[in-house]
C-alpha cells in the first residue's frame, strides 16, 4: 500500500523559501506510470494543482507559479521536494502531495495534508 506524507515547516516569512517534503512508502516513485504532484488549498477556496514530476523525473508546473516554484525528486530517499521562493500571505494554504496513474486530473494516494502559514 503506498503511503504518503508531507513534512516541512508550518511558518515561514514573507520573503523567505518554502520547501516541503513527501516521503513516499510501499513503492518506489521511479514506477512507471505514476505521476506525483503538490496541490494546495488556500483558506476558503478549492484545490489548486501546482506542479508534479513524472515517474521519469520530468517536472511541470502550474504556469501561474511556475516562476517561483521548483520540483525535485531524491529517488535514494523515495521522496519528491516542493520549493516555492518570495512567498507571500497569499501562499498560505493546506499543502498535499498526492500521485497516482492519471497525471493531474485524478489522485490515488493522498498525503495528509501539511498547513503552512506565510506571516512576519
Known amino acids: 500500500q503506498v503511503q504518503l506524507q508531507e513534512s516541512g515547516p508550518g511558518l515561514v516569512k514573507p520573503s523567505q523559501t518554502l520547501s516541503l517534503t513527501c516521503t513516499v512508502s510501499?513503492?518506489?516513485?521511479?514506477?512507471?506510470?505514476?505521476?506525483w504532484s503538490w496541490i494546495r488549498r488556500p483558506p476558503g477556496k478549492g484545490l489548486e494543482w501546482m506542479g508534479g514530476?513524472?515517474?521519469?523525473?520530468?517536472?511541470d508546473h502550474s504556469p501561474s507559479l511556475k516562476t517561483r516554484t521548483s520540483i525535485s525528486r531524491n529517488t535514494s530517499k523515495n521522496q519528491f521536494t516542493l520549493q516555492m521562493n518570495s512567498v507571500t500571505p497569499e501562499d498560505t494554504a493546506v499543502y498535499y502531495c498526492?500521485?497516482?496513474?492519471?497525471?493531474?486530473?485524478?489522485?490515488?494516494?493522498w498525503g495528509q495534508g501539511t498547513q503552512v502559514t506565510v506571516s512576519s
Open positions: 514530476i513524472q515517474y521519469t523525473g520530468t517536472p
Open positions: 510501499g513503492g518506489p516513485i521511479t514506477t512507471s506510470p505514476y505521476y
Open positions: 498526492a500521485g497516482g496513474t492519471m497525471g493531474r486530473d485524478e489522485y490515488d494516494y
